[in-house]
Structure formats: structure tokens, C-alpha cells
């Protein structure tokens, strides 16, 4: 953990300095995975399988007794808090749906948009050393709701062979009928080419170890659509004189357990709350099972003294957090001034975990600064938007000379023409 | 011109086939590009104008006195028309802010998400064959709209230094002050890695020959955002036996003078006016200045006859057009049916160059099929969507045992902690 008192603004651009990915020694391994993939399809999948998750499978679809007996492996109390989020998150990304509204811009032109799903989606899920069952629900549930026609889901099998059934049930439950048992780039180049068993798709969703991000990120070349660049997942907390330690040292907790990349930044405009805040964080810590994780993490933390609120933001907004917290009593006030961030959790009992979870916002956000330029993911993601016009004779009429003189100036006289041979008729 | 009358589904991939672009062999060039402008910045320019543009100049910003006189080296006439152009613009992007939607997912947790302009977008305008200050409305208005703080423009300097005066009054007119005379994939590199002069940005926007579109592709390996993938331009027209061969001939051409590799594609259900439409085309062709490059673009170009609009557009949805043109009098009943295209023109009287210029819409579109994955530009080009979430004591205790549970089943007991702490309080 780094303290830092009142830091000058000269120093900024240092802390806000995420860990360096290794990008080009990755890009070559993922490179020829994906030219594997491309070349010998389902059969470089069983390979990978082998090589990378040391599991040695036949069929790369979970069987439909392994599907239907995920229900009885999990609990009714998950059953019905899994049912409860994806209650909540439905809610908030079936409010994001638009009407049409038709937009009369000159008399006789009429100008509109309207959505339509993006036919082919894939979701990745991770396997690694937490179930990512939430993030099937973050995915599926717009994925649904934007009516996409084909949903499938790629998550790697443990050495079992098997899905967790958390996943599976969740995956069910949300109606993804196609999941099919691969991992890492592997993955990502499946549903980027398409193989024997896994259909290729237009866009690809989900969160991934470096390798899943650089597969993304390649996918990209070969036409392929994905949520948005990631990093590892951070955490900024901004806390004044009200603020709860003990809350404090929590939600910067649940954000370094996820692995030992991530990033939490806790700031506080009271010396007293970040004394309080270091010392709960170190406490907390003892008891967690994950404290390697978070351990590692919070040795590149930053517990930051600073004058004013105003201040902090202004921080907050260069280094552009995925969560930010605003643990104080005037959030209100301070939400005009929130320029860059994924999400935002307001107050003393909105923790980031009610985000990650249930809440009903997606906790699928730009990481790694990323925020400055990318939302994250919501309805819009799922879909495309078409403009539509409609011109009446009137509307050709009335605006058709523009067109003419502008086309004309461009030097574009065949543009000019299709206008010029309709007022003429 | 390549005539097919009813081709069967196997064949359709094959004519839905784009030009191959040479992505690799210029890959290194705008690798080197970048490195160049990374390490000597301002210079770098200088020096890539006089090699690529032939053009020695000692600044990159156009002086006061050009961009003053700007405004008399165009008509009166034109003037108006930008002026006309930019209103409808202006109203139909307006039309797309969406009012802040607070939801309350459970009771006691309140969600909702608001915009943040994009800080800082650079967009780049070509020179080439065409001025093309129509694109500088479509992205400097939604720019502005958004709240964008910096927005600078690029563009490459003519054979004395000086920037089409168009281009300039445009750019006036939108407000935008940081104009700088730079191009191709230098332009690109500069507004990724900022130079002396020229300040970095988060998102870049426009189009530009296949240097640019592979800048640009580039700039997102260094943490940069795009419009979106780039191709040449192209038009598809549907037409039923009450369309207007003269119009769809003009609409067709007014796509094929853009450059030698834009496509279009016009499939009729009435052999008469698939056949007029193909003589017409050739006639209006010979009376165009810039009828070489309309024919090198037409000998690409496919005119099919086909048995149904149902067939149409199934078609079109496979081919997933940039503009969709339906020249069919029940327009009304087939838009239900488009799921991929940029922008649509319906009827006889919408043709595209009235979406190219002054309708309202953008013309910013998605080009090479991906239609299938991305939007055309909009306000939300040049905004962030941020979700915000309060939670009541209430909410907490509401939510509480939902959160719990799931992040105990994920195996992240920080996340569980985060709430319990709270729920003890």
C-alpha cells in the first residue's frame, strides 16, 4: 500500500499509471492459435483442450443430462438470488429501449432511427478461479432482450470435463441453448472463424485473461465486432469525513481479490477516514480466503490525502476508473463533475458489489482508462441503429437545391444529378 | 456490368463479395508512419507533406487570415446550403438525446445512466479527389451537440499549402478552432500520439483512403477509439416494377463516381426495369466528369433480377449494404424486414445523395458488411454512457442476501463482505 499526502499534480500522470501488459510477447502466441483454429477447427479445439485445461474431451457441448442436472447441483438459495438479478437486470436494460421517433427535418423529410439486434453473438465466459455465473446473466439478459437470433456461449471445461453448474443453470435459465466447452483464445478465434461444432458470429462479449484480450482485440481483424479493449478491473473510492472505513476497506477488498493485476485507489479529503481506511483494509484482509490475490494487489494501491473534493474528482476523471464510489454526503452535488468513469455507486450503502451483482447495471465496463472513450456494456451493445428517411415530393422540392449546390461544390455531379433528374420529373 | 437473372442461393455468397483490400502489404508502411511521427512529432509532418502531399510548409495551422477568407471564396449560394445542411443535421441529431431514466430495480436501489461528451475527438477529412467539408458537418455537429471539449481537424494541405475553402468555412461555422494540414496516416498517428502542435485525442472519426482506414485500425492498439472499421463505399437498390429507372440509374452512379472500388448493387423483381435501369446507367454514365472512375466502379457491379422482395432482402441483410435503397411503392411493409444496412432511403423520391448531405441524417455509415455489427455515426458516437446506482439503507437490506449468496457461489468473499459489513451496521 502507498500513502500519498496532498500529491502535487505533477505527480499525477504517474499515479494514474495502470500495470503494463505484455502485449507483444502474447500477440504471436495468439496469433497462431488463431491460425490453428482457422485451419483445422473443432480438432485444434480438442488439442487446446488437452494442452491448456489438461482435459481431454469428445464432445465440445455440454450433454443435455449434464444441462438439465446442473439444477440440482446448486442450491434453492442461489436458484432464487440468481433469479432476483436477472429480475433487476432486466429491468434496467429493458429501459433502455428507445421508441421511434420520426424527426420531420425539412417539410417533406422525415428522418428516424431504429434498432435491430446484431444476429450473431457470442459470449465468453471464463473459467479460472471464480465461476463467473453473473456474467452470463450481464450478457444473456440484453443479449435476449435485443432479440439476437443466435446466442452462444464458450467457457473452458474444468479437468473433469465439465461446466460449472452455476454457469450451466444460469445459461439455461437465461435461454443461451448453444454453450460449448473451450477456453482462452481458443475460444475467441472459434467464434470468430466458426468450426464444425461452434457457429461464427458478428460480435463477442466477456471478460478474459490477457490472452482473451488479445484474441479479442485480433478478432477485430478479421471483421469481428467485441464489447470494448479491456485490462484489469479497478476501483476508486473518493471519501470524505462520513465516509465508513470498515466500508471502505471492504469495497477496496472486493475489488483486489479478483486477481493480482487489479487496481484500487482510495482517496479522502480527511486524514482521519484514510488512516482509518488503511488499517480496516489491512484487517479485513487477514480473514479472506482469496488474501494472496488481494494481497498482491493492494501492495500496488494508492491511499491518496487530498485538499478538496473538486480535487479528487478531477483526479478520479484522469485516471478514468471502471468503479468509482462516492462515499460522501453530497454525492449529489458532485455527479456534474464525474467525467470519466464505467460506474458509479453512490454513497455509504452502494457498494460495488450491488453492481457486480444485482443491482441491475452491467457490470461488464471499461477498464485500463478505457473509459475515457468507451461506455460500457448496455442494450445499444446488442444492437445496430439504422437511419431511415423518407422523402415526398415536397421534401425533394423544398430540399433539393441544397443538395445540388453542395454536391456540386464537392465536385460530385453524379450526386448532383440524382436529385436534378427528379425535380426535372 | 454483371447481369444475373434468378442466381441461386449458392451463389450469393459470391456476389455479395467485396473488393479485397490489401491489408498487410500497407500494414508496415503505417506501422513505420507511426513510429516516425511518435518519435519527431511536428517534424515528422513536415516531412511526410512533402513527401506524400509534395507540399513544403512551415505550419501546420491555417493563419487567421486564411480561415477569415474562407468565407469569400464561396458562394452566397453555398453558404446557404451548408447553412440549410447543417439545421437538419443539427435537428435530427438533437432528436437522439435521451433524458436521464431513473429506474428503481428494487425497492430502495435506484439506478439510471447519463452521458459524458467524449473530451477529446479528432476528426479527419481528406483531400483527394473530392473536398468533402459535407463530412466536417456530420461529425463537428454531433461533436458539438455532445459537449466535446477538444475538437481538432485534420486534413492534407492542396499543392500550395492551403486547405479547400470549404472545408475551412465549415469547419468555422461548427466552431471548430484547431484545424491542422496533415494527412493520411501521419494525421492519424499525430492525433494518437499528439505532437508539438497537435494535441492527442480519445476517438477518431472519418473516412479516408485504405493508409487512413489502416491508421486508424492501428491507432486502437495504442488505447485509441474509432468511428468504426472502414471500406469503400456502397449502395444497394431494390426496385419493384413501379420504380423509376432514370432515378435508380442517377442513385446508382451518384455511388459509383465515389472512387473505383465502391459497389453497388441493383436487383429489380421486373425484368423491364432491371433492363431500363442498366441502359439508362450506361447513358447518364457518358455525361459524368467523373465517369472513369464510375466505370472502372460499374464493371464490379452486379444487376440481378430476382422472383420476390421477400428474396431481395433476404439478400440484402446477407450483403448488409451501407445505403439501402428501396425504390418498391410498400416500402412501409418491408422495413420490419431490413436488419442490416447503415441507413435506409425509401420511395422514389429519397434518393442517397439527400442522406450525403442535408436530410439530417449522417453519412458516416458502416461499409464492407459491417452493417451486420456496427452503427452508422450518431450523437452517441461522441458520449460515454455512465450508469449510476444509489442504494438506501433500504435497498441494502433488500439486496443484501441476493448479493451474498451470489458472490459466496462466484467464491469472491470480499464481494460477500462488502455487504455484510453493511448489513451488520
Redesign the interface.
Same mark, same amino acid.
Given at each position: 500500500m502507498n500513502k500519498y499526502i496532498f500529491p502535487g499534480k505533477n505527480s499525477w500522470n504517474e499515479l494514474i499509471k495502470r500495470p503494463v501488459l505484455k502485449?507483444e510477447e502474447i500477440s504471436e502466441i495468439v496469433q497462431n492459435i488463431f491460425d490453428e483454429v482457422k485451419k483445422n477447427g473443432d480438432q485444434a479445439l480438442f488439442d487446446f483442450n488437452k494442452k491448456f485445461d489438461a482435459v481431454d474431451i469428445e464432445n465440445l457441448s455440454p450433454s443435455i443430462d449434464e444441462v438439465q442436472n446442473s439444477e440440482n447441483l446448486?442450491s434453492e438459495?442461489?436458484k432464487?438470488?440468481?433469479q432476483?438479478?436477472k429480475?433487476?437486470i432486466t429491468?434496467?436494460h429493458q429501459?433502455?429501449k428507445?421508441e421511434i421517433?420520426k424527426?420531420e427535418?425539412?417539410k417533406g423529410?422525415i428522418?428516424w432511427?431504429?434498432n435491430?439486434a446484431?444476429?450473431k453473438v457470442g459470449i465468453y465466459i471464463p473459467g479460472g478461479?471464480?465461476?463467473?455465473?453473473?456474467t452470463v446473466l450481464m450478457l444473456a439478459i440484453p443479449a435476449q432482450l435485443a432479440g439476437c437470433k443466435e446466442i452462444i456461449l464458450c467457457t473452458p471445461p474444468d479437468k473433469n470435463g465439465e461446466i460449472n453448474p452455476?454457469i450451466l443453470y444460469t445459461a439455461k435459465l437465461c435461454g443461451i441453448a448453444k454453450i460449448f466447452k473451450t477456453g482462452g483464445a481458443q475460444a475467441v478465434a472459434a467464434m470468430t472463424f466458426g468450426t464444425e461444432s461452434i457457429p461464427n458470429v458478428?460480435?463477442i462479449f466477456g471478460p478474459g485473461n490477457q490472452f482473451v484480450v488479445a484474441a479479442k482485440?485480433l478478432a477485430? &481483424?478479421y471483421?469481428?465486432?467485441i464489447d470494448m479493449?479491456a485490462g484489469p478491473s479497478e476501483v476508486l473510492i473518493i471519501a470524505d469525513k462520513n465516509a465508513?472505513p470498515?466500508?471502505c476497506a471492504?469495497?477496496l477488498?472486493?475489488q483486489?481479490?479478483?486477481g493480482s493485476d487489479s487496481q484500487v485507489i482510495f482517496i479522502s479529503t480527511d486524514a482521519k477516514i484514510l488512516e482509518e481506511t488503511i488499517e480496516e483494509t489491512q484487517k479485513?484482509l487477514e480473514n479472506?480466503?482469496?488474501n494472496e490475490f488481494?494481497r498482491q494487489s493492494l501492495s500496488n494501491s494508492h491511499f491518496i490525502l487530498m485538499k478538496s473534493l473538486d480535487e479528487a474528482l478531477e483526479f478520479s476523471n484522469l485516471y478514468a476508473p471502471e468503479h468509482l464510489i462516492l462515499a460522501i454526503t453530497d454525492?449529489e452535488k458532485y455527479?456534474p463533475a464525474?467525467?470519466?468513469?464505467?460506474?458509479?455507486?453512490?454513497?455509504?450503502?452502494?457498494?460495488?458489489?450491488?453492481?457486480?451483482?444485482?443491482?441491475?447495471?452491467?457490470h461488464t465496463l471499461?477498464t485500463?482508462?478505457?473509459?475515457?472513450?468507451?461506455?460500457?456494456v448496455?442494450l445499444?451493445s446488442f444492437? #445496430?441503429?439504422?437511419?431511415?428517411?423518407?422523402?415526398? #415530393?415536397e421534401?425533394?422540392q423544398n430540399?433539393g437545391?441544397?443538395?445540388e449546390?453542395?454536391?456540386e461544390?464537392?465536385?460530385?455531379?453524379?450526386?448532383?444529378?440524382?436529385?436534378s433528374?427528379?425535380l426535372k &420529373?
Open positions: 502485449r446448486i438459495d442461489l432464487n438470488a440468481i432476483t438479478a429480475e433487476n429491468i434496467f429501459s433502455q428507445a421517433q424527426i427535418t425539412t423529410v428522418c432511427r431504429e435491430r446484431i444476429e478461479t471464480a465461476p463467473l455465473f453473473s452455476a458478428y460480435k482485440e477485430q &481483424n471483421g469481428v465486432a479493449p465508513v470498515e466500508f471492504a469495497d477488498l472486493s483486489a481479490e479478483h479485513q479472506l480466503p482469496r488481494a454525492f455527479i464525474i467525467e470519466n468513469a464505467g460506474s458509479v455507486f453512490l454513497g455509504n450503502y452502494s457498494c460495488e458489489s450491488a453492481g457486480d451483482y444485482a443491482s441491475g447495471t452491467n471499461p485500463n482508462g478505457f473509459a475515457k472513450n468507451y461506455s460500457g448496455s445499444d444492437v #445496430k441503429k439504422i437511419t431511415f428517411q423518407n422523402l415526398s #415530393k421534401g425533394i430540399l437545391k441544397t443538395i449546390i453542395m454536391a461544390a464537392e465536385g460530385l455531379f453524379a450526386h448532383k444529378n440524382a436529385v433528374i427528379r &420529373n
